[in-house]
């Protein structure tokens, strides 16, 4: 090449320097990332805003639930309490009668039965016509595990306004809760918390054998009442039970006006609707309210009394067994609902030891396994437990 000559000579040292340009600025971009890099791994990720993005938890629902047992009607004829006597003006002790079934009992949160009679503080105790029960009587409920009494029956005004004071005393005394009856200012609702579900028991009865009660204490079958009370207590509980005390005694078909009222009763928001006063057990229905599974009882029957069948006069049939109610009340996301809902079968075992008649409450399925029971008491009772089991169906409540 000729220098001085028309045209720009090559920079050869020019296209050195760009080259090493390039090459450090490619250099230094690539250790700014892997520096950037592995300092967003040491620190929480940021939004565009700057703001650090908390670790996502993940949230588990909180599943609460509490067993509820209910129970039947108790009437303590006079053999039951002849029974009870301990002589020598000792008193009476009724625990022996229930020590059988106590295990199921006990082992539930909630636990509720109907004691039917009043306990007048000074007259001596007495059954049918006139119910006039131990005080004691409560006490061997309590250590059974029943934790509400209800008093909305028939008898509850037997012997008169005496009795049935002392009879609410003598069960606020032992720190049991009442449905059904209370003084005037009191709701007459049983409200109880379990396991973080609260839970409410309203009964009522159709009468008190033409005995009036003092105004405002017994409640008394009232639709408007049973509505308005409903909705007091689902403004407090997460479930309400109601139970209803009537029914022709020793008929074991449901009645119209049974279907009836307990439906609609359902339909006014109660989540459970329970029977008693027939003295004989009736079938159960999963009722479709608008949408939700009530379980209805129409009657437990009872639970513990004198009372025997007549085969021959063909009268007081399955008056000496009963049913015992079991679920599971369960809160969760969906809400509340029953689950595992079960029928017990239950028998007043009779028997002589010695001079003494003795009264057992036994589960049917186990007759079988008390020596005390004759071959014509086991037969009968397994031909009754068949019978009654087989008119209940809950599998819409089983926990899958």
Same mark, same amino acid.
């Given at each position: 090449?000729?220098?001085?000559?028309?045209?720009?000579?090559?920079?050869?040292?020019?296209?050195?320097?760009?080259?090493?340009?390039?090459?450090?600025?490619?250099?230094?971009?690539?250790?700014?990332?892997?520096?950037?890099?592995?300092?967003?791994?040491?620190?929480?990720?940021?939004?565009?805003?700057?703001?650090?993005?908390?670790?996502?938890?993940?949230?588990?629902?909180?599943?609460?639930?509490?067993?509820?047992?209910?129970?039947?009607?108790?009437?303590?004829?006079?053999?039951?309490?002849?029974?009870?006597?301990?002589?020598?003006?000792?008193?009476?002790?009724?625990?022996?009668?229930?020590?059988?079934?106590?295990?199921?009992?006990?082992?539930?949160?909630?636990?509720?039965?109907?004691?039917? %009679?009043?306990?007048? @503080?000074?007259?001596?105790?007495?059954? *049918?016509?006139?119910? $006039?029960?131990?005080?004691? =009587? /409560?006490? #061997?409920?309590?250590?059974?595990?029943?934790?509400?009494?209800?008093?909305?029956?028939?008898?509850?005004?037997?012997?008169?306004?005496?009795?049935?004071?002392?009879?609410?005393?003598?069960?606020?005394?032992?720190?049991?809760?009442?449905? %059904?009856?209370?003084? @005037?200012?009191?709701?007459?609702?049983? *409200?109880?918390?379990? $396991?973080?579900?609260?839970? =409410? /028991?309203? #009964?009522?009865?159709?009468?008190?054998?033409?005995?009036?009660?003092?105004?405002?204490?017994?409640?008394?079958?009232?639709?408007?009442?049973?509505?308005?009370?409903?909705?007091?207590?689902?403004?407090?509980?997460?479930?309400?039970?109601?139970?209803?005390?009537?029914g022709n005694e020793?008929?074991?078909?449901?009645?119209?006006?049974?279907?009836?009222?307990?439906?609609?009763? #359902?339909?006014?928001?109660?989540?459970?609707?329970?029977?008693?006063?027939?003295?004989?057990?009736?079938?159960?229905?999963?009722?479709?309210?608008?949408?939700?599974?009530?379980?209805?009882?129409?009657?437990?029957?009872?639970?513990?009394?004198?009372?025997?069948?007549?085969?021959?006069?063909?009268?007081?049939?399955?008056?000496?067994v009963g049913l015992?109610?079991?679920?599971?009340?369960?809160?969760?996301?969906?809400?509340?609902?029953?689950?595992?809902?079960?029928?017990?079968?239950?028998?007043?075992?009779?028997?002589?030891?010695?001079?003494?008649?003795?009264?057992?409450?036994?589960?049917?399925s186990k007759i079988?396994?008390?020596?005390?029971?004759?071959?014509?008491?086991?037969?009968?009772?397994?031909?009754?437990?068949?019978?009654?089991?087989?008119?209940?169906?809950?599998?819409?409540?089983?926990?899958?």
């Open positions: 090449m000729v220098y001085g000559q028309t045209g720009t000579a090559p920079n050869i040292g020019g296209v050195i320097v760009k080259k090493l340009t390039k090459t450090l600025c490619f250099s230094f971009i690539f250790i700014f990332l892997l520096s950037s890099c592995d300092s967003l791994s040491k620190k929480n990720v940021k939004d565009v805003k700057g703001t650090e993005t908390p670790p996502q938890e993940v949230k588990v629902e909180e599943v609460k639930k509490a067993k509820v047992t209910i129970a039947g009607d108790i009437m303590f004829h006079d053999g039951l309490i002849q029974s009870a006597y301990l002589g020598n003006n000792k008193g009476y002790d009724f625990h022996y009668m229930f020590e059988d079934i106590k295990p199921r009992i006990i082992n539930s949160d909630v636990a509720a039965v109907c004691l039917e %009679g009043s306990m007048h @503080p000074t007259w001596k105790p007495t059954g *049918y016509p006139c119910f $006039n029960t131990p005080a004691s =009587a /409560l006490d #061997a409920l309590k250590d059974t595990g029943f934790d509400i009494i209800s008093m909305a029956n028939n008898h509850v005004m037997d012997t008169g306004k005496a009795g049935f004071y002392n009879y609410l005393d003598e069960i606020k005394k032992r720190n049991l809760l009442v449905t %059904g009856a209370g003084l @005037p200012e009191d709701d007459k609702i049983a *409200y109880i918390e379990k $396991n973080g579900i609260k839970m =409410a /028991l309203i #009964a009522y009865t159709y009468g008190t054998n033409g005995i009036p009660a003092p105004e405002g204490t017994v409640n008394y079958i009232d639709e408007e009442k049973i509505k308005n009370d409903i909705i007091k207590a689902k403004g407090k509980c997460d479930f309400v039970m109601v139970w209803l005390h009537m020793y008929v074991r078909k449901v009645e119209d006006e049974q279907y009836r009222l307990y439906r609609e009763v #359902a339909d006014m928001g109660a989540d459970m609707v329970i029977g008693s006063h027939p003295h004989v057990p009736k079938k159960s229905e999963v009722y479709d309210s608008n949408g939700r599974k009530v379980w209805i009882i129409y009657s437990l029957g009872n639970f513990l009394s004198a009372q025997r069948p007549k085969e021959a006069e063909k009268t007081y049939l399955y008056t000496d015992i109610a079991d679920f599971t009340v369960v809160k969760d996301k969906d809400g509340v609902h029953i689950e595992d809902a079960d029928i017990t079968p239950i028998y007043d075992l009779k028997y002589r030891e010695g001079n003494r008649i003795i009264y057992r409450i036994v589960e049917c079988n396994d008390y020596k005390e029971a004759t071959q014509e008491q086991k037969n009968y009772v397994n031909k009754k437990y068949n019978e009654l089991i087989g008119e209940h169906d809950m599998s819409v409540f089983k926990h899958n």
